[in-house]
């Protein structure tokens, strides 16, 4: 009976600690998403994020032909969704995707806390410092900064977090009743919102159910050991206890595979196995291990790729050491912690297998893996694990209640967790440096303005630099789609009479036209116009078959309209103006000449020397 009060009142004891170390938590939160919100502030939209625009500026944001298109091999309806409504309330402006991304962070970090104390109620500073790893350990920054990243991979966060924790509810505490179907119903839906913005989310179902096999095999109190009521197999208590849950998120599991599998495009192309077990190991040695003591402190940046850790040869020594000395420690400390760190690293390499393997090809560098973009997920399991370790009953040799609790383990712990944030925030700081160095926002910034002071006129589309977007994300680096959505901006069309095109900073300058054929002039001349019917013009030489633009000067003796066409392509109706002129137009085709007809009863056209090339700044044209 005396060990029995003891041990009462040194659980009661835990539970007062824990209570009272809430305000640290909180304060821990608010500093990350301080953090964050300045991360955020001093970024602005990278590569994908444009192709999200783009795509909600050319398509109908609710139609399936948007919300179910596959992006780089994902399906992604939900972040689709979300980009989409952005765009339509905030064009090219990076303040709302901002926040979008601050309010996931906040909504993931709470879900993380509420598992945290849900896995480990008695842990105190051990429950502490594993959300302190999750809230700022390196692993989860360069896939927040980037807003289509950040869609895909918060909202997984914030679902596996919020899973975990209710089926170690679930199987712990045996519910019933309407809390467990109230349980089950939020968990399923946070299921499918993770889906709908990362397939990935379905290796939530696995993680979960790994999660509560380990809580059924923990003894709710540690000196309830030898009487607590486990008759069956932890496997067999994990599935009995959640089993309607299973059941839900199993039929979820099945569909959404079914129907990413049938979408996807994430398969196609070459891969090596040689390069994707390389990439793997990249990911580990020199991204997750560093991560482990708060690195890596230095970043590059290959523009137009995201920045890359580079840590060096001692931090990732010193981080193989502080994963040996916890996993000796704990082992030695705790029981039962040998499966929880096995499952832990064995989805540290599993996760990023199927990863690698879509990533790998011959044009596929091995610096990707030190991005850190494709592990927030394993950080978060990793605090699970941490979650799991605190919560484990103490190894010792006899049931005998110590007077006081031990606190040398609490203070080295809280140490620890310190120096982690320390180290984390001096990586943190650096890869914001690197990640500022990017010429996409100053391009947005001035191509915004220069949309504007261009409303009414027309120009031609063309490609962003490929600092922004390489040609293979054609056509959503056309600068027509990412900018469609802006209230003031000029129209797109296949001619004009005053080129006008965006220099590489993104600022209007006066367009020209390259020399790769001359057109001749015509016969007659503007006192005879010799053009009174369907003429062809010749070139100089052959073209082949793409898309051409003509600068064409003129003179007509009244307005009307014309059509210019190449052999192979499409007739344009243009406009032209009595007097001499210049017309500029786009027009697709091959040939060794250009063919005009005048479409006004009673026009008669005169044309000089043109050009036939392409459109760039006018200095730029020979």
């Known amino acids: 009976m005396g060990r029995q009060s003891a041990a009462a009142g040194w659980d009661n004891a835990g539970m007062l600690q824990a209570r009272k170390l809430v305000p640290i938590a909180v304060a821990l939160l608010v500093a990350q998403l301080v953090v964050r919100a ?96 999750y809230l700022f350990v390196p692993m989860t920054i360069s896939a927040y900064v980037w807003w289509a990243a950040g869609l895909n991979t918060l909202p997984m966060q914030a679902a596996l977090a919020y899973i975990v924790g209710t089926v170690v509810l679930l199987v712990r505490d045996d519910v019933t009743g309407a809390r467990r179907t109230r349980l089950v119903v939020c968990a399923a839906i946070a299921f499918v919102v993770a889906l709908a913005f990362f397939e990935k989310s379905l290796l939530i179902l696995p993680v979960a159910f ?24 932890p496997l067999t208590v994990a599935f009995m206890r959640a089993r309607r849950l299973w059941a839900v998120l199993a039929v979820v599991f099945v569909a959404w595979a079914v129907l990413f599998l049938a979408t996807t495009t994430a398969t196609t192309g070459s891969h090596s196995i040689s390069q994707a077990a390389h990439l793997v190991w990249r990911s580990v040695n020199d991204a997750i291990v560093p991560a482990m003591v708060g690195g890596p402190w230095h970043w590059e940046r290959w523009v137009p790729s995201p920045p890359m850790g580079f840590a060096p040869v001692w931090m990732i020594v010193l981080g193989w050491v502080v994963i040996a000395v916890l996993v000796v420690a704990t082992v030695r400390a705790r029981r039962g912690v040998v499966a929880v760190w096995v499952c832990a690293a064995i989805y540290a390499v599993v996760a990023q297998i199927p990863v690698m393997w879509n990533r790998s090809g011959e044009n596929t560098a091995l610096e990707l893996a030190q991005t850190m973009r494709y592990l927030p997920d394993t950080a978060l399991v990793i605090t699970i694990a941490f979650a799991f370790i605190a919560a484990a009953p103490a190894s010792t ?35 914001s440096t690197t990640w500022r160095d990017d010429p996409t926002s100053d391009y947005l910034a001035n191509a915004r303005q220069a949309m504007k002071d261009n409303a009414g006129r027309t120009m031609f589309d063309q490609s962003v630099p490929l600092e922004i977007l390489l040609p293979v994300t054609y056509p959503d680096n056309q600068i027509s789609r990412i900018f469609g959505r802006l209230p003031d901006r000029p129209e797109f069309g296949s001619y004009t009479d005053d080129l006008v095109v965006l220099d590489p900073t993104g600022k209007a300058v006066q367009g020209s036209v390259t020399r790769s054929r001359t057109m001749e002039p015509s016969e007659g001349s ?4 010799g053009i009174t019917g369907p003429v062809r013009v010749p070139l100089d030489g052959p073209l082949i078959d793409v898309q051409w633009t003509l600068q064409i000067s003129y003179c007509a003796d009244r307005d009307g309209e014309i059509e210019l066409r190449l052999d192979g392509g499409e007739a344009l109706r243009i406009p032209v103006q009595s007097g001499l002129h210049v017309v500029y137009a786009q027009l697709t085709g091959h040939g060794d000449a250009v063919q005009i007809r005048p479409v006004t009863p009673g026009l008669r056209l005169h044309t000089g020397e043109g050009r036939v090339g392409l459109p760039v700044m006018a200095g730029l044209a020979p």
């Open 38 to 133: 300045w991360l955020v502030a001093r970024g602005d939209f990278y590569w994908d994020d444009l192709v999200l625009i783009a795509q909600a500026s050319s398509d109908p944001i609710l139609s399936w032909d948007y919300l179910g298109t596959s992006h780089d091999g994902h399906l992604m309806p939900g972040a689709f969704l979300v980009a989409g409504v952005s765009t339509v309330i905030a064009p090219i402006q990076w303040w709302l995707p901002a926040a979008t991304l601050v309010v996931l962070q906040a909504i993931a970090s709470l879900a993380v806390w509420r598992m945290i104390r849900i896995i480990a109620p008695r842990a105190g500073v051990g429950a502490l410092a594993a959300f302190a790893f």
């Open 210 to 233: 790994v999660a509560a096999v380990l809580a059924a095999r923990r003894p709710t109190n540690k000196y309830e050991e030898q009487a607590a009521d486990f008759r069956t197999s």
């Open 397 to 431: 040799g006899t049931h005998a209640v110590p007077a006081e609790p031990d606190r040398r383990p609490a203070i080295v712990v809280a140490v620890g967790a310190v120096l982690l944030v320390i180290s984390s925030m001096i990586a943190t700081s650096a890869f």
């Open 526 to 529: 503007c006192r005879k116009p």
